[in-house]
């Protein structure tokens, strides 16, 4: 079982910068994909990105790509989201998932663990 917590949300005006993490403790090994997901109030959660063990590209949702890189420090097990130049429609909720399986979107798939989420708002 993997534990994850986040950090590094809060109120950014738009067009400002927050970057995401996301430690991972625990059964780490067998996340060959680790990632986000948002879900905002009345809204269904949606995949941002993800990335993987083996070096294959990370994925990203087309909403978010030229202002999010997703990034992963292997020796510390964190993963970050770097968000840049945001948008008020990027307020949300934000998870950080892994998991050894995929969804047939790219996203890491939702039977994996998850943390407790850390809230983005954007004015």
């Known amino acids: 079982h993997v534990q994850l917590v986040e950090s590094g949300g809060g109120s950014v005006q738009a067009g400002g910068s927050l970057r995401l993490s996301c430690a991972a403790s625990?059964?780490?090994?067998?996340?060959?994909?680790m990632g986000w997901f948002r879900q905002a109030p009345g809204k269904e959660r949606e995949g941002v990105a993800s990335?993987?063990?083996?070096?294959?590209?990370?994925y990203s949702t087309d909403s978010v790509k030229g202002r999010f890189t997703i990034s992963k420090d292997v020796a510390k097990n964190t993963l970050h989201l770097q968000m840049n130049n945001l948008k008020p429609e990027d307020s949300a909720r934000y998870y950080c998932?892994?998991?050894?399986?995929?969804?047939?979107?790219?996203?890491?798939?939702?039977?994996?663990?998850w943390g407790q989420g850390t809230q983005v708002t954007v004015s």
């Open positions: 998932a892994a998991s050894n399986r995929l969804l047939a979107s790219g996203f890491c798939h939702t039977s994996g663990s």
């Open positions: 625990g059964y780490t090994s067998n996340s060959y994909c």
């Open positions: 990335i993987f063990t083996g070096g294959s590209s990370p």
